[in-house]
């Protein structure tokens, strides 16, 4: 915005000025012309009036006259004064920026996920008896065993619009988003190999079974028996945006200070997933519910473990920035105040698929293998949280209008559900279609809410860092 008021400025200067001069050098010059005969003289020395003839300063102007630099509206998308800013060709600029538009490239960490138990297994030693993936017998080696698994690179993105309406405090939007879906575990066997969920089973209501649980396991795949697939996924989604009113409180040629002051939503999106297929071989048959599967049937379980952690706060931070020749660098320290919403989604079910001459069309029933009735549904928590944020940007000048940057990400999250912290493998077997036993007085009851594993929401921390690549636009 052209600071018009300074060009009037210096256009009256020069009308007073030229109005006033010539009344000066008049009156200072009146002298009496010597005889007309007489040859002019001239002093030796000719020197101008020094003194009040001829005063040194420049006009002076009135009250209705902004003095210079006093007034301005600034802006506070200018990077450290004036000395950040260039025109296209080369010349520095002098005024501030009224709209940025920025758009970045994240590359991001994050905290580690975990489960909490093992979920496969296989034996060295194959035997239907005493060695089938239980993890209690001697010849099971665990597959994919409880703990901390790395994410890995998490990709995404970052838009930040910002405006600057004249004396009004400037307003800046950011969104971004990121997204991690990764495949834990996948294999499928013809029976040449043991593939097993491992379980502890028990009968809360009949202390003779499963008392303590009994270490046992849900088979995919066995020599001879049953052959299967299974695989393993999660998918981590993280997104938010925040609002900011934006107020300078104090710049140099060379660097410049602000205030942030707004509002920050933050979502965290987890996710397990376990999705299993077994097929009996020759006559051999599985229990899917109160009856037994017919050659050529196959059953599949899934079990979905999901979170939800939604932040709504209130948000503080300061801005500075430094320049030189087109470089600049600024530094941004946000935290942000307010309460977590954390939900916790179990659902799993069992679905069987008849032979591929049936016309009958597949059977589901609810409860998967680590899914069931007893912690199946939504469970909600709040906590109050905090979520701080640190972010650097190293930027050059291209031209007035345009700037690229470098630049990386320090965030935290002070309290999370995770999904893999959700899981257990302690069953009452009546709550599995696949795991319950008819033939040993445990028949499948799926309007049973007895005994682990409950559903509980385990909260923790999350936190990530990266780098981010972007381009900004501004006038």
Same mark, same amino acid.
């Given at each position: 915005?052209?600071?018009?008021w300074?060009?009037?400025?210096?256009?009256?200067?020069?009308?007073?000025?030229?109005?006033?001069?010539?009344a000066?050098?008049?009156?200072?010059?009146?002298?009496?012309?010597?005889?007309?005969?007489?040859?002019?003289t001239?002093?030796?020395?000719?020197?101008?009036?020094?003194?009040?003839?001829?005063?040194?300063?420049?006009?002076?102007?009135?009250?209705?006259?902004?003095?210079?630099?006093?007034?301005?509206?600034?802006?506070?998308?200018?990077?450290?004064?004036?000395?950040?800013?260039?025109?296209?060709?080369?010349s520095?600029?002098?005024e501030?920026?009224?709209f940025?538009l920025?758009?970045?490239?994240?590359?991001w960490?994050m905290?580690?996920a975990?489960?909490?138990?093992?979920?496969?297994?296989?034996?060295?030693?194959?035997?239907?008896?005493?060695?089938?993936?239980?993890?209690?017998?001697?010849?099971?080696?665990?597959?994919?065993?409880?703990?901390n698994?790395?994410?890995?690179?998490?990709?995404?993105?970052?838009?930040?619009?910002?405006?600057?309406?004249?004396?009004?405090?400037?307003?800046?939007?950011?969104?971004?988003?990121?997204?991690?879906?990764?495949?834990?575990?996948?294999?499928?066997?013809?029976?040449?190999?043991?593939?097993?969920?491992p379980?502890?089973?028990?009968?809360?209501?009949?202390?003779?079974?499963?008392?303590?649980?009994?270490?046992?396991?849900?088979?995919?795949?066995?020599?001879?028996?049953?052959?299967?697939?299974?695989q393993?996924?999660s998918?981590?989604?993280?997104?938010?945006?925040?609002?900011?009113?934006?107020?300078?409180?104090?710049?140099?040629?060379? $660097?410049?200070?602000?205030?942030? /002051?707004g @509002?920050?939503?933050?979502?965290? !999106?987890? +996710?397990? =997933? &376990?999705?299993?297929?077994?097929a009996?071989?020759?006559?051999?048959?599985?229990?899917?519910?109160?009856?037994?599967t017919?050659?050529?049937?196959?059953?599949t379980?899934i079990?979905?473990?999901?979170?939800?952690?939604?932040?709504?706060?209130?948000?503080v931070?300061f801005?500075?920035?430094?320049s030189?020749?087109?470089?600049?660098?600024?530094?941004?320290?946000k935290?942000?105040?307010?309460?977590?919403?954390?939900?916790?989604?179990?659902?799993g079910?069992?679905?069987?698929?008849?032979?591929?001459?049936?016309?009958?069309?597949?059977?589901?029933?609810?409860?998967?293998?680590?899914?069931?009735?007893?912690n199946?549904?939504?469970t909600?928590k709040?906590?109050?949280a905090?979520?701080?944020?640190?972010?650097?940007?190293?930027?050059?000048?291209?031209?007035r209008?345009?700037? $690229?940057?470098?630049?990386?990400? /320090?965030? @935290?999250?002070?309290?999370?559900? !995770?999904? +893999?912290? =959700? &899981?257990?493998?302690?069953?009452?077997?009546?709550l599995?279609?696949?795991?319950?036993?008819?033939?040993?007085?445990?028949?499948?009851?799926?309007?049973?809410?007895?005994?682990p594993?409950?559903?509980?929401?385990?909260?923790?921390?999350f936190?990530?860092?990266?780098?981010?690549?972007?381009?900004?636009?501004?006038?």
């Amino acid at each position: 915005m052209a600071r018009w008021w300074k060009r009037w400025e210096m256009i009256a200067a020069g009308l007073l000025g030229m109005w006033s001069w010539p009344a000066e050098v008049k009156a200072q010059s009146a002298f009496t012309p010597p005889p007309p005969t007489s040859a002019p003289t001239f002093a030796a020395d000719p020197k101008a009036p020094q003194g009040p003839d001829f005063p040194n300063v420049g006009p002076s102007f009135g009250p209705n006259f902004p003095n210079p630099g006093q007034g301005d509206p600034n802006s506070p998308f200018s990077r450290g004064g004036d000395s950040g800013l260039w025109e296209d060709d080369g010349s520095r600029a002098t005024e501030p920026y009224w709209f940025i538009l920025r758009g970045e490239y994240l590359n991001w960490r994050m905290s580690n996920a975990k489960l909490a138990t093992p979920l496969i297994t296989t034996s060295l030693a194959p035997n239907l008896t005493n060695n089938f993936g239980a993890l209690n017998q001697t010849a099971t080696q665990i597959v994919l065993d409880s703990g901390n698994f790395n994410i890995g690179e998490v990709l995404g993105g970052r838009v930040t619009m910002g405006v600057a309406l004249g004396y009004l405090p400037a307003i800046e939007g950011t969104g971004f988003w990121l997204n991690r879906n990764q495949r834990l575990f996948s294999a499928n066997s013809d029976g040449g190999m043991v593939l097993a969920r491992p379980l502890f089973l028990s009968n809360f209501d009949d202390p003779t079974f499963g008392n303590p649980p009994l270490p046992s396991a849900y088979i995919i795949s066995f020599p001879g028996s049953v052959n299967g697939g299974i695989q393993v996924q999660s998918n981590l989604n993280l997104w938010g945006f925040e609002v900011n009113g934006v107020a300078n409180l104090g710049k140099s040629d060379v $660097a410049s200070l602000d205030f942030l /002051l707004g @509002y920050r939503y933050v979502e965290l !999106r987890e +996710g397990v =997933s &376990i999705n299993d297929l077994v097929a009996p071989q020759g006559t051999n048959f599985l229990f899917f519910g109160a009856k037994q599967t017919l050659p050529g049937e196959f059953v599949t379980t899934i079990d979905n473990f999901g979170t939800r952690n939604q932040f709504n706060g209130g948000q503080v931070g300061f801005r500075g920035s430094l320049s030189y020749w087109r470089f600049n660098v600024m530094v941004d320290t946000k935290i942000a105040l307010g309460m977590m919403r954390e939900e916790l989604n179990i659902n799993g079910s069992s679905t069987l698929y008849h032979t591929t001459l049936s016309t009958r069309p597949p059977e589901t029933l609810p409860g998967g293998v680590l899914a069931v009735a007893s912690n199946s549904g939504l469970t909600v928590k709040n906590e109050f949280a905090i979520v701080p944020e640190l972010g650097v940007q190293l930027g050059f000048q291209i031209t007035r209008n345009w700037r $690229a940057f470098v630049g990386g990400n /320090l965030f @935290y999250i002070s309290s999370v559900a !995770r999904a +893999g912290d =959700s &899981i257990s493998n302690n069953l009452d077997s009546r709550l599995g279609p696949t795991l319950s036993r008819p033939d040993l007085g445990q028949p499948f009851d799926p309007t049973l809410r007895t005994g682990p594993p409950n559903a509980q929401v385990r909260s923790t921390d999350f936190w990530g860092y990266g780098f981010s690549l972007g381009l900004e636009f501004a006038f």
